[in-house]
Nanobody, 126 residues
C-alpha cells in the first residue's frame, strides 16, 4: 500500500506563486508514475502534470504548460508542483496520485492511478 500526503496549499493572489508537495510512503518503486490532478467545485477532476519516478520525464496539461513545473526528490520520496502566474481558474483541490506500469499514452488519465492523497486546497483570489 502506498500512502500519499499533500501539503502546501493556501490562498494566493492572481499572478502569484505557490508550491505544493506530496510525500510518498516507502512502498513506492522505480516504475511508478506520479501526477497531480485537480478538481474545482462543480467540475470533473482534470489532469495537471505527471512525472515518471525513475526517468524524470514530465508531462503537462496545456492549461498549465509554461506556468507549472513538476519535480521530484527520489531520496526524500517527495514530489512538488511549483505553480507560477496563478489564475483564478487554477482554484481547485489538488490531488497527488501514483501508480505503476502506466504507459505514456495513459499518463493523463486518473483511472490508471491506484493511489491518491487526500488533497490540498489552492485558492487564487484577490
Amino acid at each position: 500500500q502506498v500512502q500519499l500526503v499533500e501539503s502546501g496549499g493556501g490562498v494566493v493572489q492572481p499572478g502569484g506563486s505557490l508550491r505544493i508537495s506530496c510525500t510518498a510512503s516507502d512502498r513506492t518503486s522505480t516504475n511508478f508514475a506520479t501526477a497531480w490532478f485537480r478538481q474545482a467545485p462543480g467540475k470533473d477532476r482534470e489532469f495537471v502534470a505527471a512525472i515518471r519516478w525513475n526517468g524524470g520525464s514530465t508531462f503537462y496539461a496545456d492549461s498549465v504548460k509554461g506556468r507549472f513545473t513538476i519535480s521530484r526528490d527520489n531520496a526524500k520520496k517527495l514530489m512538488y508542483l511549483q505553480m507560477n502566474s496563478l489564475k483564478p481558474e487554477d482554484t481547485a483541490v489538488y490531488y497527488c496520485a501514483a501508480g505503476s506500469g502506466i504507459i505514456v499514452s495513459s499518463i493523463s488519465f486518473g483511472r490508471h492511478y491506484s493511489y491518491w492523497g487526500q488533497g490540498t486546497q489552492v485558492t487564487v483570489s484577490s
